[in-house]
């Protein structure tokens, strides 16, 4: 693990992504908590939860964890370090969990400080109408499948890198899945009846759980858990099978 770390870190290549998802995750929770503070401001309208606006940001830098992930093990075939890898540890298996652990554990700690940052840089937009840290469904949960999303979506990454082999490759595979896939699901929404199931396979998709989870937990939680779940591990397994 202490060898996996230091590739990891040694690449300036980690520290952009890191940089780039605290920029981006800060940036837009504040523009996303003042616009939802302003519409609370008319009559009649709920005051919404705060919590929305620093788990919302999910949707892009699941992007670049995924993309992360996926940088963390191609750019070692790209070198052939993955020869050096492999020799001084035979074991495929116990690289791929070492790699797996770093850079789940990277992720962790980055989405906690990020989050910790547009938890301190919204509180003041919502003055009184701020976090009910009391209620853990609208503060503590939410929050922690953030955490674990970007996780899962990192090691997801990760796995396609492993199985493809190919940076440009794993990178497609893993936006073509967290952020293209979504979308293209979505228009048969407008089908009708006939393209029901694709839809109902719109709700299989690990961006999908994920924002049900960070958004409304208490819905179909154990379903969206596995889902969240499944994805990287079907991955990983992959990657180590081949």
């Known amino acids: 693990m202490q060898s996996e770390a230091i590739k990891l870190f040694t690449l300036r ?12 995750a800060a940036g837009i929770s504040l523009l996303i908590a003042a616009v939802m503070n302003s519409l609370a401001d008319g009559p009649g309208q709920m005051v919404a ?10 949707q892009f830098t699941m992007l670049v964890a995924g993309i992360l992930g996926a940088m963390a093990i191609t750019g070692e ?38 989050s910790l940052i547009s938890i301190l840089i919204v509180t003041p937009v919502y003055a009184d109408n701020g976090f009910d840290w009391g209620n853990a469904e609208l503060t503590w949960i939410p929050l922690a499948y953030a955490v674990i999303s970007m996780a899962t979506f990192g090691l997801l990454g990760l796995g396609s890198g492993f199985l493809i082999r190919n ?21 048969f929404s407008f089908g009708g009846p006939s393209w029901q199931w694709l839809i109902d396979l719109y ?33 990983l397994l992959s990657g180590w099978a081949v």
């Open 13 to 24: 290549s980690t520290w952009w992504s890191l940089a780039v998802t605290v920029a981006l």
């Open 49 to 58: 939860n705060p919590m929305t606006a620093v788990v919302s940001p999910l």
């Open 77 to 114: 075939y790209s070198t052939g370090m993955i020869r050096s890898s492999l020799t001084a540890e035979p074991r495929r298996g116990a690289v791929l969990i070492a790699k797996a652990l770093v850079v789940a554990a990277t992720l962790i700690v980055t989405t906690v400080v990020t």
């Open 167 to 187: 940076g440009a490759g794993a990178i497609a595979a893993t936006v073509g899945i967290l952020f293209v896939l979504p979308i293209v699901m979505g228009l």
């Open 203 to 235: 709700n299989y998709l690990p961006s999908t759980a994920a924002g049900a989870l960070t958004t409304n937990p208490a819905s179909e939680t154990v379903r969206n858990v596995i889902v969240l779940l499944a994805w990287p591990a079907a991955a």
